[in-house]
Structures are given as C-alpha cells and as structure tokens.
C-alpha cells in the first residue's frame, strides 16, 4: 500500500510541474507584456517613457530573460519561498491576492461538489432500482437537461427572476450586513444560506452525468447472478441493495473524482464571472483581460494542483476500496 | 470498455431475445452497419434528436433562404419591438397574417411602450419574395421560407434587439457560426485524436504509458481557465475568420484526449483479434492494415465520440463568446447573442432577447445529446 502512495504521490508532483511549465507559457504567449502595456498607457497620457527607461523596467522585472528563465526564476520563487510574483495591475503581492480568494473558492468547489455527490448518488441508485418507471425517465430527462444548459445561461436565467422578483440582479455570498463583518458563527451560517445558490449551478451539470453514471453501474451490478442468490435465500430487498451492489457500484464512481473536480472548478470559474461572486473565477478573468502575467498564471497554477490533489485523494480512497488496484 | 464488435460476429453469438423479426432475416449474414442501424432505430429519443439535428444543420447551411430577414438590418423605429403573435386563420380561411406595432413614448423616461395595432395587418406567406441574397455564396435568390408578404412591413416573430434588428433572423444566422465551430472542432481534435490515440495504441509498451500519461495531466487540468487564457491571446482587432479558427482551435487542443483514448483502446483491442493477426500472417503491411481492417472496424465509435463531443465544443464557443473573449460582434453566433443579453436590467424589460437564444441553443444540445447516446449504444450491438 505504501509503495502505491508512493507511486502516486510522486506522479502527481510530476503532473504538477508539468501543469506547471503550460500554465506559464501560455499565459506568456501574448505578444507584449506588461511593460509595453505601460508604455502605451502613459504614451496616451504624458510624452511617453523614454526607451532607455523602457528598457532599465524591463530588467527589473526580468522580463528581458528568455521564457524558460523566467519560468524557472517563477517556479522556484514559489518553491522556495512561497513568493507568487507580483500584480502590476493591482500593486499588490500575486500571492497575497490569490491566497484572499482561495478559501471562498474552497467552499465553493466543496459546496459543488458535496451537492453533486448527495443529489445524485440517491437519484442514481433509485433510478436503477425503479427501472424505467416514470421517475427513471424523470431522472434521466433531468440529467440530460443539466448537460445541455450551459450553467452560465443559468446564473442569467437565476439573475433575471432574482432582478424581477426582488429587483436587483445580485447573488452574493453574504447578506449585506456581513460582507465586511469580521468571521463569526453567524457569518458562517450566513454563508452557508447564500452558498448553495451558486454551487447548485455548478453542480447541475456534474448532477447530470453522475446519476447516469451511477445508473448504469448499478444496473450492471443487479444483473449479476450473485443478486439473484442472495434474493433467493430471502435477504430483505434494502438490504440486499445497500449491502452487496451499491458498494460494488460506488468504486467506478468513486474514479469520476479525476474529471468531477476539474469540471467543478471550470464550472467555479464562469459562474463567478457571471454572478461576479469573490472567488477565484472572476479575478483570474479580469488578470487574463490585463495580462497581469503572476496573478493568471498562479490562479491557473492553484487551481490545477487542487485537482490534481483531488485525483490523488480519489486514487487513494478507491485502492482502499477496492484490494485489487493496490495489488498490482 | 465494451467488448469489439468482430470478436462477437461469430455464428453463435446470440440473437437479442427480443428481436424474432430480425433474427428471421438473419443476425449472423447482416453487416455490422445493417446490425447498428436495427438496434439505434429503437431508440425514439435517438430518431428525433437526429431529425432535429439534421433540421438545425440544414437551417444553418442555407440561413439566408430560413430567415425573413437580414440579420444586420437595423430599424431606428423598431427598436425592442416585442415578438408579434402569428395568426393563420383569417374570417374562417387560411390567411396568415400578424398585427402591425405602434408606440407611445414616456415623454420622461423616455421608454417605448409598444401597443398592437389591431388597424393594420401584415399578410405573411410562405416562399415571399424579400431581400435579394446569394444562396451558398453564388446562387442569386430572394425568396425566404417565410415572410410579410410585402417585404418592407415589420415583421418580428421573437422580437426586435436595441438597434431594431430582427431576432429570429439573428438567431438563424448564428446558427451557421455556431453549428459549424462544432463540426470544424471535432474534425481537427479527430485527426489529433486518430494519430495519438493510434501510435498510442499500436505500439503500446513505453510510448503508450508516455502518451497515456501525458492524456491523463492534460485532463486534470481545469478546461475554461486554459480556454480563458488562451482565447484572451487573441488581439482586439484580429479578423473574424482568423479569430473564428483560433477558437475552433483551442477547443480542439483540449478536447482531443477523449478522442484519443477511444482510438487507443480500440486499437489494443483489435491488435490480438484472430483477423487482425491472419491478415498480418497473410504479409498485408501495417499502414493496409490500418486503413483497411482496423479503421472500418471501428468506424462507429469515432462516429458515435465525435456525436458525443460536438454539443460540449458548441457549449464552450458559446460560453466564451459570452464571456466576450470569443467571437465578437459585427460576427453573429449563439454566445455572441446570449452576451447581448448580458444586461439583466435590460433583459427584464425586454426577455426576448434571452429566451428565444437559450431555447436555440438547449434544443440543439439535448437533441444532440440524444442522437450521440444512440450512437453510442448502437455502436455495440451485441452490448445489452
């Protein structure tokens, strides 16, 4: 079992680097950087800097370096030192501003994901119990909607009756009285009601699918001559269920982690564009409009290392589960 | 993974218990499309996702012909016009027609208020001569599909935008761009798909793991921040074609591993296949073998992938041309309409600038999603 963390834990870190070297370089691919940005600006303004300065600015930020220097005086910054860069739009520290937005990212990548497990889990199993009855068909219909609305179109959809019924097209995490409030019990609670709103948006579209998932395993299972046996020795019918096929049909699900928290993520990203909610999502899009080069690439590098931590922890409960994958 | 369609082609593989009609004109001497075609003909969601589907694409070939009127025409007058109800029966007969609008404005806000006009009625009718446009590029036509009879009248069926331009016309003209960043998508990512997947699969060993690894990082990593990124490289004032090519692009670069992965697996599937390995003994070379055993056999499930992928290429173009680092206007598609529709404000007073376009873009999904899980259970035939 050791070796096996081992093994993984050791691949996951390469993922990372990997994830690592891509979300730098493509954040530096635009022509440009910052520093012509700034040129140009004060070019607009003023008489403009002369190149000479331009270019003294330039080596300070180290911007006259070759990609893959800058990529490993980055890297190793936030190694070494925790140090992310820094924000040329927002004169700040990258690392302070991205550590601000993580948790409320958390809680609501957490909160996705907790709501996608507890709706279709339940659904999925019933579903395959009930058979094409009408709450099958139900549940499928619901699924494949999910698939087909983009979440963004329905945060808009959300935004519209909020704005027609109460007359104001915002959907915060906090009601207005704690948003600046320091932490309490009652802000968490606070929290905790406005929290579900957008996190059941993100989820839709993971509901949609794992329910399917879900199904489709368990079906697989109760097909299964053991079920049969078990029936006929007169094992009540929740039982049986609950004791043998849903544990042998939760391991395949327990793998759709790998792709359930990426997608989760992506889903965190928009809908905070949207519903402009402080997470991760709505300032990695503004740093991607300004090329705000650290910010972007510490966000996209952030967010990257959770799923890929999500995926180890998926890979590590689903050897636990299941003897045969730790074996070999 | 579901077991390869040759292996099972034996004569005694079973018959579906609940085909006796089709056992009677022989399961065993009916070619493997004959057998998907028998299994995905069951499926009615199937059937009338692909009806719409092909509907949809075939509005999106020839816009010009489905919409009554030119998407760009603009109309000081008929600003935030509302959707006029159609009426086809007239004094007992048939006789199409909708009412004319009329407006009062607020002499403080400002605001339209629009009224039916029960004075005026605009005849419509089928195949109306209207503005004149070249079908496919080079036919010169001017008849629509449907239209006001004298091709001057107001005539809006899902209402009028901010600068008095005809929505569903708009909606049918995106269709062209958003139907086919889809199609464009698939093909580059089945291509990436087909060479990865296939060198992946038919040497296997240490460029397999490589290969199977690199799939694996590149899935971990969350989609629309990449797609963000990447799209907000395009500069303001790129033209529309290049820019429509590079979002095509970026949704191939990412979606491509699901591709491969099929590719791949069928691959190592067929490799041991007792055919495969006759042919090889028959001293058939490699690149013959690919093309001409391999490839065919497995045909309908790139078929039903490429299905499956299509709606998830569409979904995106349209979010990131919401999200407005995506195709932008004068250019028309679903994401560039629904961004117009960003203003929730507006959009209280005036829905039919959201519905018609999330009502577009939702049919054509789920119906192709339908059509895709057909494919896909089709594909097996012999799978339960």
Redesign the interface.
Known sequence: MWKYILYRAG?AMV?VL??SM??FA??Q??PGDYITDMVNRTRQTSGGIDPEAEQRLREAYGFDQPMHIQYIRWISNIVFRGEFGYSFFLKRDAGEIIAERMPMTMAMVLGSFMLTWTIALPLGIYAAVRKHSIFDYGATFIG??G????S??LA??L??FT??NFGR?TIGLFSPEFVDAPWSVAKFINLMQHLWVPALLVAITGIGALTQTMRANLLDEL?KPYVNTARSKGLAETHLLWKYPVRHALNPFVSTI??LL??L???D??IS?VLNLPTA?SL??AS??QQDLYV?AG??LV??TL??IG?FISDLLLAWLDPRIRLT | MTTSIDTSLTPTAPAPAEDVSEANRSVEAASQWTLMWWKFRKDKLAIVGGIVVILYYLVAVFPEFFAPKDPFAFDAQYTYAPPQPLYFILDGRWNPFVYGLRFERDPVSLKKTWTVDYESRIPVGFFVKGEPYTLLGFIPADRHLFGPVNSGDPFYLMGADKTGRDVLSRIIHASRISLTVGLVGVAVSLVLGLIIGGISGLIGGRVDNAIQ?MI??I????????M???A??V?VGTPVLQVYFFITLILAMLSWTGMARVVRGRFLALREDDFILAARLDGVPQMRLVTKHMIPSFLSHIIASITISI?FMI?SE??LS??G?GLRPPVVSWGVM?RE??E??T??NY?WL?WPV?GA??IF??SM??LGNGLRDAADPYA?
């Open positions: 691949y993922s990997v994830i891509i979300a493509v954040i691919l635009p494949f909607f698939l087909a609305v983009p963004f179109v808009i959809v935004l519209y704005y027609s097209a097909n790998g792709w990426p997608a993520i992506s889903g990203v928009i564009i999502g990695l899009y991607l409009l972007a966000f996209i967010l990257s799923t890929v995926t | 690894r694996e990082i899935n971990s990593i969350p989609n629309i921040p990449i963000l990124a990447l907000a490289l500069p709606p979904l349209t979010g919401f999200l680092v629904l529709a960003q929730i404000a959009v209280v829905p959201l999330t873009v939702v999904v789920l999603n339908f339960n």
